[in-house]
């Protein structure tokens, strides 16, 4: 019998940031290459799986769509608990937004995540469609990515599906390499 086995990974990632950033027009852009123009806010929390391939890899994904409500702010540590990596997002047009990832998110998800994840964390800047309404430029999420020590800094468009499919990817293959997973790409 000849033929290569596939290996299977499972990687829980959790997507954080402020209510309205587009986290979950994020994922559904990732998952169905979809958007939808009303916004229904994410109520404790929502989780999607997909599975992707990566070489020789199946690599099955937990996506953890976190509500931002305060209301929920007791039982979110619990959510973070067998956490892979996380996508820090922020809205490109809302500056509280960006400076809520730092004050809220990031300290979150250090204190609940991080030693179980490594570095495996991305920023996202959203919403980059919407130039004339930025607040927020590349250079301050630049800025912003280095003080966090962040994998990698990306801005996306959930709604035109910019960058979308690339940020998964390279939260990934972040986990995977992180987990001595060797990866051409």
Known sequence: MTGSV???YILKLVVL???AVGKTSLINQYMLHSFKEDYKPTLGVNILTKVVKIEDYNVRLILWDLAAQSKYELS???FFQGCSGALLVYD???YTSFSNVKEKWYEDFIRYALPETGGNYL?????VDL???RTVTTEEGEKMANKLNVADFIETSAKNGKNVDST???LVLCVLRN???????
Not at 179 to 185: D, H, N, T
């Open 179 to 185: 987990k001595g997973v060797k990866i051409l790409q």
């Open 17 to 19: 940031g402020d209510a």
């Open 76 to 78: 979110r540590k619990l």
């Open 92 to 94: 490109v047009t809302r």
């Open 131 to 133: 130039a004339d309404e």
């Open 6 to 8: 596939l290996k299977e």
């Open 168 to 170: 998964f990817k390279t």
């Open 123 to 127: 920023l996202i800047g959203n919403k």
